[in-house]
Nanobody, 125 residues
């Protein structure tokens, strides 16, 4: 069982930056592939980033590539999402999630076993 708690969301002006954190409870955190997703009102949950247990494999969709950076610190049981050059359309609830393998279907929310409660990010114009 893995419990995930996101933090770091808030209100930021367009062009600004935020760093989200996701703290995991599991002592086996280092074995999990971690992903970040977001969901805006009325929209489906959107894949943002994934990182393998060792950090050697990372991927992003084109929509955030170059602006968002995922990283992890296994010693602290924490995964991060650095978000730069934020835009109003980045406004959403941001979630971290965990799955046991990297695989090929990491962009699908249903492939993740554990989810945090989410943290709100609001970008003003």
């Amino acid at each position: 069982q893995v419990q995930l708690v996101e933090s770091g969301g808030g209100l930021v002006q367009a062009g600004g930056s935020l760093r989200l954190s996701c703290a995991a409870s599991a002592r086996t955190f280092s074995r999990y592939t971690m992903g970040w997703f977001r969901q805006a009102p009325g929209k489906e949950r959107e894949f943002l980033a994934v990182i393998s247990w060792s950090g050697d494999r990372i991927d992003y969709p084109d929509s955030v590539k170059g602006r968002f950076t995922i990283s992890r610190d296994n010693a602290k049981n924490t995964v991060y999402l650095q978000m730069n050059s934020l835009k109003p359309e980045d406004t959403a609830v941001y979630y971290c999630a965990a799955r046991s393998i990297y695989g090929s279907r990491y962009s699908y929310p249903e492939e993740y076993n554990y989810w945090g409660q989410g943290t709100q990010v609001t970008v003003s114009s």
